[in-house]
């Protein structure tokens, strides 16, 4: 079974950063997709995405700010949040995608608000 625990959110200033971490475990970061979403009033989307082979991908709102990692040796995905503007607020949410059938896992969201 797998379970994703998130943490590293709260309340930051504009300007300021965030990092948040996926702890995985029951599947392989390795061979997995893993990404993040934002869920704010009334919209959901993905914030960025990585693929094992494949591109990085990242909404257009935060390219250049937000960098997304895997890090294998705790099984993890990162997300650097720099240069965080009020806007990025919302409850964000962990994903990992096992590429061999396509399940997918979400983490139970972690808040993030950032103040001007």
């Known amino acids: 079974q797998v379970h994703l625990v998130e943490s590293g959110g709260g309340l930051v200033q504009a300007g300021g950063s965030l990092r948040l971490s996926c702890a995985a475990s029951?599947?392989?970061?390795?061979?997995?997709?893993a990404g993040w979403d934002r869920q704010t009033p009334g919209k959901r989307e993905m914030v960025a995405r990585a693929?094992?082979?494949?591109?990085?991908e990242y909404a257009d709102s935060v390219k250049g700010r937000f960098t997304i990692s895997r890090v294998f040796a705790r099984n993890s995905v990162d997300l650097q949040m720099d240069s965080l503007k009020p806007e990025d607020s919302g409850v964000y949410y962990c994903?990992?995608?096992?590429?061999?059938?396509?399940?997918?896992?979400w983490g139970q969201g972690i808040q993030v608000t950032v103040v001007s």
């Open positions: 029951g599947i392989d970061m390795k061979i997995s997709s």
């Open positions: 994903s990992v995608r096992r590429l061999s059938d396509g399940s997918t896992t």
């Open positions: 693929t094992p082979g494949g591109p990085t």
